[in-house]
């Protein structure tokens, strides 16, 4: 037997689908409390030293963080090749504000606090909390367009023609879904400063992490509601899972009510979007209540189910087309061969661990508050 079929394709395609919702998620979760941080550092931190004491709470973790981000850029591009054409040039104007958020990001952590000017400061201040904001809006905003479909068309020879605008994308329902995004971000970096910080920094981190968690559950639902009034899309053809990767094989279309077909057919899937809902307010109960891992792990998983939620209203759709249902990518028929996807998966079986295992020695080095005092006397701190 040749080593790659002990797995069958389908059951490789849908691996990789949990896979990469999985690295997405890691990636919110983790990098999630970094770019919440920076975008409340000029609303936690009055002084100089409350905003460092801010910016060496992450300062030392974010760099491991966004390896989630790679591993995900990673995966979509080796697994999923079209829809990773097809985002990242569509998408190309956004990705391209996003990338620049976080090349900036660095240069301010490290350029910040080589000079004691105060003008100075306050510049590279307010670029760290635009490299906050900036991403978690528009990865809302990215995910409030593939639910409503992107348009895109595909050649008979796969040749993929994208028809939208950037202007386009900033339409009414994707700016809801950036306002969730930014907000369950902003939920976790207060939920992380109250984990991470004393005094006044948490005592402001605290009472802002609290409105950003009842936010979340507030524009979740409202999101959730609009959602239902959207066509979604759906398969009409036969499904083949181990069909060839040719999106035009099948046939598809537009349908009142398709991305709630899934939760109706296994009524066990409302209890994620109703986590998403549940668990910023534990969050927010947390935070009131001085609990601070309470506080932290609620709102992490709450960012999972709510990021879970739309996986699972989706399935198997990935990339719908709104030019066209039928040129809609899913996970049937856009990954790669199966040779290529069980290759990945022996070597995510390999690395993830790894990973694993060093960002939990990371964290259980640097654990422990923030001390004030070490950053004024210059001890222990690199911010």
């Known amino acids: 037997m040749i080593l790659h079929e002990l797995l069958s394709y389908d059951v490789l395609r849908l691996l990789w689908w949990g896979l990469l919702g999985l690295l997405l998620i890691g990636f919110a979760v983790t990098d999630?409390?970094?770019?919440?941080?920076?975008?409340?550092?000029?609303?936690?931190?009055?002084?100089?030293?409350?905003?460092?004491?801010?910016?060496?709470?992450?300062?030392?973790?974010?760099?491991?963080?966004?390896?989630w981000l790679i591993l995900g850029g990673g995966a979509i591009f080796a697994a999923w090749p079209q829809l990773y054409a097809i985002s990242f040039s569509g998408f190309y104007l956004a990705m391209f504000a996003v990338l620049v958020a976080l090349i900036l990001r660095p240069v301010a952590f490290k350029f910040r606090s080589k000079r004691?000017?105060?003008?100075?400061?306050?510049?590279?201040?307010?670029?760290?909390?635009?490299?906050?904001?900036?991403?978690?809006?528009?990865?809302?905003?990215?995910?409030?367009?593939?639910?409503?479909?992107?348009p895109f068309r595909l050649a008979p020879d796969m040749r993929i023609y994208y028809e939208g605008t950037f202007f386009g994308l900033l339409n009414p329902f994707a700016l809801l879904a950036g306002l969730v995004s930014l907000a369950m971000l902003l939920m976790h970096g207060a939920s992380w400063l109250v984990f991470k910080t004393e005094g006044e920094v948490a005592a402001r981190a605290r009472r802002f992490g609290v409105i950003a968690a009842i936010a979340t559950t507030v524009l979740f639902a409202v999101a959730g509601v609009w959602l239902a009034t959207f066509n979604g899309y759906r398969i009409t053809s036969a499904?083949?899972?181990?069909?060839?990767?040719?999106?035009?094989?099948?046939?598809?279309?537009?349908?009142?009510?398709?991305?709630?077909?899934?939760?109706?057919?296994?009524?066990a899937l409302y209890l994620v979007p109703a986590l998403g809902l549940l668990l910023p307010l534990l969050a927010a109960l947390g935070m009131r209540l001085r609990r601070e891992w309470l506080a932290l792990l609620s709102s992490g998983l709450g960012i999972a189910a709510i990021i879970a939620s739309v996986g699972a209203s989706m399935f198997p759709f990935i990339l719908p087309s709104s030019l066209n249902p039928q040129h809609s990518l899913t996970v049937w028929d856009s990954s790669s061969s199966h040779l290529t996807l069980f290759i990945m998966l022996v070597c995510a079986l390999i690395f993830v661990p790894i990973i694993l295992a060093y960002t939990s020695w990371v964290y259980s080095v640097l654990r422990g508050k923030i001390d004030p005092m070490a950053i004024v006397d210059g001890r222990g701190h690199s911010y």
Request: with cysteine; glycine share 12%.
């Open 32 to 67: 999630g409390f970094d770019l919440g941080a920076a975008a409340l550092l000029p609303l936690v931190g009055k002084t100089d030293v409350e905003r460092r004491v801010v910016i060496n709470s992450v300062g030392p973790v974010w760099e491991g963080n966004q390896v």
């Open 116 to 150: 004691e000017e105060p003008a100075w400061r306050a510049r590279w201040d307010a670029v760290l909390c635009m490299a906050g904001v900036v991403p978690a809006l528009i990865f809302g905003v990215a995910v409030g367009n593939v639910l409503q479909g992107v």
């Open 239 to 267: 499904v083949d899972p181990v069909g060839p990767s040719n999106p035009l094989f099948k046939t598809a279309e537009v349908h009142a009510g398709a991305w709630f077909a899934n939760y109706r057919a296994q009524p």
